[in-house]
T-cell receptor
Framework: AQTVTQSQPEMSVQEAETVTLSCTYD???????LFWYKQPPSRQMILVIR??????QNATENRFSVNFQKAAKSFSLKISDSQLGDTAMYFC?????????????FGTGTLLAVQP | NAGVTQTPKFQVLKTGQSMTLQCAQD?????MYWYRQDPGMGLRLIYY???????DKGEVPNGYNVSRLNKREFSLRLESAAPSQTSVYFC????????????FGPGTRLTVL
């Protein structure tokens, strides 16, 4: 069974500081992708960053970067220079690919509050 | 491009009533999905459609039916709504290649009294 675990229900950070959100996962597949999605109060799901499991290099998108530890099955998200607009629920998600379609398995989410 | 659209945005039903949630995408994607989001449980897959003409059950299909009307549209039907189906429902679509990002609609907040 594939599972995604986010052990931090809520986190808080001061504006301009750095915060790291944790995610661990379990899969028996070799080919998979990992994602972080952001859900602001508007409810819209927005892709933040993705990581291909076969790539050793950690993905980076502007202020967002990941620490992908494949052996430990860990996939944390680091947000640098936090901004008020980063306040949102963040979901970690796992996708095994190669079948008829590629289904996402989501974690339970971390609610991040950026304080002014 | 509107992306993925969902109607309605909000709905209140009484127990036993039926309704259909509509979803459409204009990105020419093959695959479409329905999720429900409940507090503390993340998003869970209800049904998906790998391509036009096919549908399959996800993690929580009980109490729901789906129709892939054409490549653009994928509807979710509640035949006899129950309070346990109170949730936020998201439709998503994607291409069928690797690393394919799923694009989400704005969601429908459904309350069953």
């Amino acid at each position: 069974a594939q599972t995604v675990t986010q052990s931090q229900p809520e986190m808080s950070v001061q504006e301009a500081e750095t915060v790291t959100l944790s995610c661990t996962y379990d899969t028996s597949e070799n080919n998979y992708y990992l994602f972080w999605y952001k859900q602001p109060p508007s409810r819209q799901m927005i892709l933040v960053i993705r990581q291909e499991a076969y790539k050793q290099q950690n993905a980076t998108e502007n202020r967002f970067s990941v620490n992908f530890q494949k052996a430990a099955k860990s996939f944390s998200l680091k947000i640098s220079d936090s901004q008020l607009g980063d306040t949102a629920m963040y979901f970690c998600a796992l996708m095994n690919y190669g079948g008829a379609t590629n289904k996402l398995i989501f974690g339970t989410g971390t609610l991040l509050a950026v304080q002014p | 491009n509107a992306g993925v659209t969902q109607t309605p945005k909000f709905q209140v039903l009484k127990t036993g009533q039926s309704m259909t949630l509509q979803c459409a995408q204009d990105m020419n994607h093959n695959s479409m999905y329905w999720y429900r989001q409940d507090p503390g449980m993340g998003l869970r897959l209800i049904y998906y459609s790998a391509s036009e003409g096919t549908t399959d059950k996800g993690e929580v299909p009980n109490g729901y039916n789906v129709s892939r009307l054409n490549k653009r549209e994928f509807s979710l039907r509640l035949e006899s709504a129950a309070p346990s189906q109170t949730s936020v429902y998201f439709c998503a679509s994607s291409e069928r290649r690797e690393a394919n990002e799923q694009f989400f609609g704005p969601g429908t907040r459904l309350t069953v009294l």
